[in-house]
């Protein structure tokens, strides 16, 4: 179990490298567009054709990619101020149950994510747009991390039982 804790660690911090890489590449696709929409330069387009498509396409996988280690550090949205104020075997609870919930959203995700993708791949699904493209090629990351936040769920799940009866102190906003 250890050792699947090393790889998932390591897999979600690669993933939110690629995520953090695919935001200075977006980045850049949209201040690059600007700059040819206003400034003209003969034999240059007026723009990137592409950019939004792409600039939509990253965010989605932004999005996927850095989902899985923003959970793993305690470092997503998360709502405390009930937690500190309700007893510590009550907040306890309440952590389980929103573990609980979350593995369970993952598993539906993960299900109808890979059907979805998979039944894009069987018909050979074209999204045509600026660019053309297969279409499970996008929606390939969603079961993807959608398994990796299951398995980190799983985590969570050991790392609450192995503590104490109380809350988690990570990702708190109320102290």
């Known amino acids: 179990m250890q050792r699947l804790d090393g790889v998932l660690a390591r897999v979600t911090g690669a993933l939110t490298v690629l995520a953090s890489l695919m935001l200075l590449a977006m980045m850049l696709i949209i201040c690059g567009d ?36 923003l959970l793993r550090a ?38 109808y994510g890979w059907l979805a993708t998979q039944k894009s791949y069987a018909a050979g699904a074209v999204s045509i747009k600026t660019l053309v493209m297969p279409e499970w090629w996008f929606m390939a990351p969603l079961p993807a991390c959608a398994l990796l936040l299951a398995i980190e769920f799983v985590f ?12 988690r102190d990570d990702a708190v906003s109320a102290a």
Request: hydrophobic letters at 55%; a positive charge; charged letters at 15%.
């Open 156 to 167: 969570r799940m050991r790392r609450l039982a192995a503590g104490p009866a109380a809350p």
């Open 34 to 69: 600007v700059f040819l929409r206003n400034v003209a330069f003969p034999g240059l387009p007026r723009g990137i054709a592409w950019s939004n498509e792409v600039s939509e396409l990253l965010l989605y996988a932004i999005t996927m990619f850095a989902a899985p280690w």
């Open 74 to 111: 305690g470092r997503h949205i998360r709502v405390d101020i009930v937690l500190r104020a309700i007893p510590a075997r009550a907040a306890y609870a309440c952590e389980w149950a929103a573990d609980v919930i979350g593995l369970g959203c993952c598993l539906l995700l993960l299900w």
